[in-house]
Structure formats: C-alpha cells, structure tokens
C-alpha cells in the first residue's frame, strides 16, 4: 500500500463534468501514487474538508455527489482553480487471482472502476454488478461497458436492467462463474447483506465501508463502525471486521480470504 500522505497539496482542476443529476467527474492535472480502494481529504479553504473515494490516479479522478456544503462547493470550482488534497489514505483493495467480481451501489462505483483498469492491466477478467434507485441513478455503466468489462444492473424500480438488489446479479453471477475475490462499495446495508451471502457460498470478499470520517488519521474515532443488527435482532460483528476497526485508518477496504 502506498504511504499516507497527511499534509494538503494543491491541485488543479483541469475538467468538471456532470454524470447525472446530482454527480460530477472531476479530474486535475496532477496524478496520485496511491491503489484502488484508498481515498483522499479534499479540502476549500472557508469551506471545509471531506473524504473522496479515488477515481482515478494519472491524473487523479474523483467522483463527487452534491450532498453536503463541501461537495456542493466542489461542484461549483472552476477550470484551472485549486482544490487542496491530502492522501492517498487509507487501506485498499488487493488483486488475487485471476478473476475478480465487483459490486457497486450508487457511487460506490468510482473506486471499483478504477479497479477494474487495474485487474485488466494485470491480465485479470472482471465483471461488475451495480445497484441503484433507478435508472437516473446509475453511474457509469457505460465506462464499465468501454473496457470490455460485462455489467449487470438491478435497480429497485426496475426502470433499468433487472428489478431487485444487487446481490441478486452476485449470487447469478457467482453461480455462473465463481471469482477468486468479491469486490465491494456502497451503502453499509449491502455490504452487510453481501458479507453475509460471501460468507454462505464460502467467497473471499474485499468490502470498503463507508463512515463519518473526520480526521483520516485514526485520532477522532467518529468512524468506528457500529456493531450491525442480525435478522434475529442479536448484535453481532461483520465476519471481517475487529472491535476498534476504524475505516480511515483500517480501512475502508476490510478483507475477508
């Protein structure tokens, strides 16, 4: 894994481009040395600070949803302005084997695309299952599609691919051809139910978790993530996750073999 890099770098913004409503792709001039799976603290100075799935490295990508102050700012930086950066940061996904499954939900995408570029590089197949709303929210399938790599859709009101939860397309595409490694972003809610059917068909999975990050250095602890709910009510930990796992620090990419 590449080092942490904890001090703010500049770095200019050369593209802005909406994805869909509500979403903009935004690449700079400078790269990143950093892995698939890793993030960054983006910050605008009078604005505030927020971590960022990483998109891309050469040039460094992210992919930003207009949820909050600092993200609606972002969305608003000009061509040829600054956005301070700091990472990579956190721990990210591991490539084994020779064939990966990838599992998206909403923008969960980003990291996972990037990944994708990087299995392919290194002579791995990957497929790709996404989850959303509804058509409206789903994000670049069509840059998937571009690489050669096959995509399966499910949103929730059927308006596009099949209707249902992605891990309705996993468990069809486990089935069809096992992968050496499951691959996953997106709500804690399919990560969880993902864990969960990894576990029963005995898959190896690589989850990144989303929590409230503050610091990126394992100081604050606001993203400890908490103890998930089992359908019988019990509490109980994901199958790879340890008490006092943090998602900046630990994370967000937990591994389970």
Known sequence: MMQPTYLHRPFTLVSSKMDNYRTRSLTFAEKLDCQPGQYVMAWLPGVGEKPFSIA?????????????????????????????????????????????????????????????????????????????????????????????VPVRVMTEDGSMGERGLVTKATEAAIAAARPDSLCACGPLGMLEALDRQCEQLGVARQLSWEAHMRCGMGLCGSCELPAPQG???????????QPGWLACLDGPVSWKE
């Open 231 to 241: 359908e019988d009510g019990s509490l109980h930990r994901h199958s790879c996750q």
């Open 56 to 148: 891309g490295d050469d040039p460094l990508q992210l992919m930003v949803v207009d949820v909050g102050p600092v993200s609606h700012s972002l969305h608003s930086v000009a061509e040829g302005q600054r956005v301070w950066i700091r990472g990579p940061l956190g721990q990210g996904y591991r490539l084994v084997g020779q064939r990966v499954l990838l599992a998206a939900g909403g923008y969960g995408v980003a990291p996972l695309y990037y990944l994708a570029r990087k299995a392919l590089a290194a002579g791995m197949s990957a497929e790709v299952c996404m989850g959303a709303r509804s058509a409206e929210d789903v994000l670049w399938a069509e840059r998937f599609q571009a690489l050669g």
